[in-house]
């Protein structure tokens, strides 16, 4: 699906039941909103969640907001997506495959989707086992916290803040789904909110592995975010001197190393990352 902005580095989720943190977000910087009606929102509040968010739907803000509806194996996905007609885009949670996203473009077609692809087992089998391209699909998310519940785990990370092994598969099973359907991968929230150097060594380690953004939970977060995802002016410089290098050539060199295919590839996955 084309869409009208470049895809964001970072997306700042704001519960959809407080007005004040939609305000506030609006101020963020953030790339993308995502304003959530799912986890964030108690059971008991989700219309008003729903009206809270028309509200704010209807103001102008200076980036694209994305709607987090509830899963579809809830019953209430469909009263979400009446409810935000101003929406840029959704973000489904607990997605399972292709067929889900078939689902949801039924419910409110013509809107770009980042699926949160990791939530269940049964979705990480579909990463490995289907192909999840899709024409609302712009980008694939992770998220190790819902997961753990349905793994029977007590726990996603050891002592060290590393993850266990399980949420490190799921993780890089979804960068391969995404590589696969050419769409972003985005990495998921780093929740302890006051630690902004551990968050930014997070986003950097992930857009090294090829991730193009992460998720964010709190302002403080979104600078951080945007810096990882921005190429270095220094990497900058390498990839168009490798570009203007590799004119014409399929081998070339450049301050006596060699460069070939790959290192054009890399080059342009660099420039691609610079914003307009
Ligand atoms: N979006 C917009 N504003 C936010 C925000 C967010 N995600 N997180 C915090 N703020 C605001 C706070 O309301 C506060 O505003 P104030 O100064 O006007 O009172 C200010 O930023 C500073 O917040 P702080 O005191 O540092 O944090 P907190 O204790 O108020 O909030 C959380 C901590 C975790 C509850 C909050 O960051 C949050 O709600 N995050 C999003 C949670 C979410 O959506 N989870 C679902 C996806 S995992
Ligand atoms: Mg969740």
Redesign the pocket.
């Known amino acids: 699906m084309s869409v009208s902005h470049p895809l964001p580095r970072s997306w ?4 959809g039941d ?1 007005p ?6 609006r101020a ?1 910087g953030a790339d993308a ?2 304003l ?1 009606l ?3 929102v108690a059971p008991g509040e989700k219309q008003a969640a729903r009206e809270a968010v028309a509200t704010e739907l209807a103001k102008a803000a200076p980036m694209p907001r994305y709607i ?1 509806v509830n899963a579809l194996d809830t019953d209430w996905t469909q009263a979400d997506v009446a409810a935000a007609e101003g929406a840029d885009g959704w973000v489904l949670p607990k997605c399972e495959g292709p067929a889900d996203l078939d689902v949801l473009a039924r419910l409110a077609p013509g809107r770009p989707v980042l699926a949160i692809a990791t939530e269940t087992v049964r979705a990480v089998r579909a990463l490995l086992a289907e192909d999840w391209t899709h024409p609302s699909l712009i980008a694939l998310a992770w ?1 190790g ?1 819902d997961l753990a519940a349905d793994l029977g785990a007590t726990g996603n990370r050891d002592g060290r803040g590393q993850y266990h092994s399980p949420f490190l598969f799921a993780r890089d099973a979804m960068l391969f789904a995404a590589k696969a359907a050419g769409v972003g991968a985005i990495d998921t ?1 780093y ?1 302890d ?2 630690d902004s150097d551990g968050c930014r060594a997070e986003a950097v380690a992930a857009e090294t592995v090829g991730f193009g953004g992460k ?6 977060q979104v600078a951080p975010i945007n810096e990882a995802f921005t190429p270095a002016q220094d990497r900058v410089d390498w990839a168009r001197a490798v570009v203007r290098a590799m004119e014409g050539d399929g081998v070339s060199s450049l301050n006596g190393q060699m460069l070939d295919r790959p290192h054009l590839r890399q080059a342009q996955a660099i420039l691609s990352r610079l914003r307009p």
């Open positions: 700042l989720f704001v519960p407080s004040s943190k939609m305000e506030k977000a963020s909103l995502i959530d799912e986890d964030s987090r998220g916290e929230v929740t909110f006051r998720m964010a939970i709190h302002p403080a």
